[in-house]
């Protein structure tokens, strides 16, 4: 693979010129390598996933960074290729060069870098609202790679029906057993979080996939990139908490991988006071209507089940029974006691 990355770089990017070091950057749905050029300047090589690589998402992905760059939000533009474009197309795949930006993940014990977290992403729901024109909302296939003919595509992210209907599309195929747990939240949601329950909160621009890999702090504890707008779209930003909530207010174990789907999407520690610091910090600066409030854990539910749906895809089919279903009779409890918020 580095002989066809490092051929890829010489044809599309020649200010690149010789490669140095080429390793790997980590990566779940897409890839990502790390390059050095010999001259030490360094780059990110992202190849983007299947369902996020049609043109229009790309070209709509990049304006949205310059958009972003220009209201002071930390991001990186991609570097234009020979063409002028700033992706390249190659056997069948899109890839993007990105400058190359230094920073660690979240110290999840620092109530400070979540405070900043919560600023920050305050920030964004403040700044997007401002996009013009108004972003469109387009049908994905969310759940195709992990359930082949399953799912309608929808242009609603976590479409609780869109699960309901790819779960009962593998219970029905393949005849698996154990999906009882699944199956039930997913019922519960396509009543309790319907579509014109969620017309009530869908008004702004989300992120769409917010977690350790695409979020960098730098050595101040302040963050020093916000990246990955492949899902951003018109949403619900409570979404976009309760990914910050599940990821950071909570954590994962201090050696968890996060290109590891496993370490990714495990039971993180769930914590009250951190929870409470997210919250708080967020709402002095775009606080939160009751019902948003009182929907928060609707969209969490339909934020883990949509991420253990869609984790299928990323494991060996003999283990896929095993990681959809695993954590969910704890999360449900710990998330029952963790947001009395409603």
């Not at 700044?127 to 759940?143: A, D, G, H, N, Y």
């Not at 707008?229 to 991988?257: E, N, Q, S």
Request: proline share 5%; glycine share 8%.
């Amino acid at each position: 693979m580095n002989d066809f990355v490092t051929t890829l770089l010489a044809a599309h990017y020649p200010a690149v010129g010789t490669v140095r070091e080429l390793t790997s950057g980590g990566g779940t749905a897409g890839k990502c390598w790390r390059v050095t050029a010999a001259d030490n300047r360094r780059y990110l090589l992202r190849r983007r996933g299947a369902r996020t690589s049609d043109p229009r998402l790309v070209e709509r992905d990049h304006r949205f960074r310059e958009f972003l760059l220009h209201h002071g939000l930390p991001t990186t533009l991609p570097v234009a290729a020979r063409d002028g474009r700033r992706f390249v197309q190659e056997d069948g795949a899109v890839y993007e060069l990105h400058p190359f930006v230094a920073g660690r993940f979240i110290d999840t014990g620092s109530e400070t870098e979540l405070r900043e977290l919560a600023r920050v992403l305050a920030e964004f729901h403040r700044v997007t609202r401002q996009w013009r024109p108004k972003m469109e909302k387009l049908s994905v296939c969310q759940f195709e790679a992990a359930i082949p003919g399953g799912a309608a595509p929808s242009t609603r992210l976590d479409d609780p029906a869109a699960m309901l209907s790819a779960l009962e599309h593998l219970a029905a195929d393949t005849g698996v057993t154990g999906l009882h747990t699944v199956l039930g939240l997913a019922r519960n949601l396509a009543e309790e979080y319907r579509d014109e329950i969620y017309a009530e909160v869908d008004c702004d621009i989300i992120h769409g996939d917010l977690n350790f890999s695409n979020l960098l702090f730098d050595e101040n504890g302040r963050v020093a990139g916000i990246f990955d707008f492949d899902w951003t779209m018109p949403g619900a930003r409570i979404r976009d908490i309760a990914d910050a909530l599940h990821f950071f207010a909570g954590g994962l174990p201090a050696d968890a991988d996060c290109g590891n789907i496993w370490d990714l999407t495990q039971l993180p520690r769930f914590h009250a006071k951190r929870t409470r610091i997210f919250l708080e910090t967020y709402e002095r600066l775009l606080p939160l209507s009751d019902r948003e409030k009182q929907l928060l854990p609707a969209a969490w539910k339909t934020r883990v089940l949509a991420f253990h749906i869609e984790g299928m895809a990323k494991v060996p089919p003999e283990r896929r029974l095993e990681f959809l279903t695993r954590d969910f009779p704890e999360f449900l409890d710990a998330l029952q006691r963790l947001l009395p918020v409603n």
